[in-house]
């Protein structure tokens, strides 16, 4: 599925001369180049590199860097301030950074059917301009600044050495899977994307572990991955809980607590002795699940 957007993004506009080499450099000595790259040091206050290093580590870009790697990255962010309708990336160029926005708010906006259609609003934690840089390929979208507004930005090489692998490893991983799961498969890819990006990956070793107990407040949702899960449900207190559904490789759980905002339903333990599961932690999965709520609220019928 990666493939098919890689192909899809490049069919846009061909890469410049310029950018070609560099993706042959990149094919053919990726080894040297990351021993040999010595990352960019732009000084910054104790209280810049923290709030940084706690955006960057909300963000799946760098979720798999380690404390040196992570302060590498946070000292190479180089400060760039943008004045309101300021133009910062144009669809279809070649890129060279990605940005983390401190402060402000910036449109992203793409050329759907001869229209100019807003596809995301970034705001402060966010990131932009990453998938010229994963990919290899041109600027996907345009992105603007609404007011003024702060970004950090990371340049390629820096990019490229420390943080490219994890992220891409993980895309290509998990993004076919989502996509095959029903209530996914009509969301827009790039919001597939930003979703398999923030999944966690828990992996239980132990039939029979609980997962989610009866009653308690929801801080998760769950995605099988591999193996199952087993709900059951007391229907009345003091109740010993019997089965009531069984979630299989795809299924999903534990969205009705975070919907409904109401204590757990049921009890969710293990049903296999290794069972991998997706977790979504309760405020991501209400940023980036918001738009197919009325899906899952529809798919809520199945437990009555
Ligand atoms: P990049 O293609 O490098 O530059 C434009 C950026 O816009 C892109 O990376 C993403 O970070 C961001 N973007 C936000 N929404 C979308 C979208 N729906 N499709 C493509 N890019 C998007
Ligand atoms: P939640 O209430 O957040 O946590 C327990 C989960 O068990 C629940 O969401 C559902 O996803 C799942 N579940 C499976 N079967 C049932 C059922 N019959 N009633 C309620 N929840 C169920």
Known sequence: ??????????????????????????????????????????????????RIQSCLQQCFLFGALDNEELN???????????NSETEIIKQGDDGE????????????TKCIENQETLVKTCSAGDVFGELALLYNCPRAANVKSEGPTTLWELDRGT????????????RNTYMG???KIPIFSNMEEYEVMIITDALKVETFKEESYCVIQQGEAGAK????????????????????????MRHKIGDYF????????????????????EVQ??????????????PIEDILRREMQRYD
């Not at 590498?72 to 943008?82: D, G, M, Q």
């Open 1 to 50: 599925m990666t493939m098919t957007i890689i192909l899809r993004l490049q069919k846009q506009k061909p890469m410049s001369k310029v950018a070609r080499t560099s993706v042959s450099a990149e094919a053919y000595g990726e080894w040297n180049k990351k021993a040999d790259f010595v990352a960019p040091v732009y000084e910054k206050t104790e209280s810049q590199k923290s």
């Open 72 to 82: 590498k990255v946070t000292l190479a962010l180089k400060e760039f301030v943008v």
């Open 97 to 108: 950074s990605m940005y983390l926005v401190e402060d402000g708010v910036v449109n992203c």
């Open 159 to 170: 990019f490229n050495s420390i943080v490219k692998d994890a992220a891409v490893n993980k």
């Open 177 to 179: 899977f989502l996509r």
């Open 221 to 244: 949702f769950y995605i099988v991955a591999k193996g199952e899960c087993i709900a059951k449900r007391a229907f009345v207190p003091q109740q010993e809980p019997r089965e009531v």
């Open 254 to 273: 534990g969205e009705l607590a975070l919907i409904k905002n109401e204590p757990r339903a049921a009890t969710v333990v293990t049903g296999a002795p």
């Open 277 to 290: 599961l997706l977790s979504l932690e309760r405020k991501t999965f209400q940023r980036l699940l918001g």
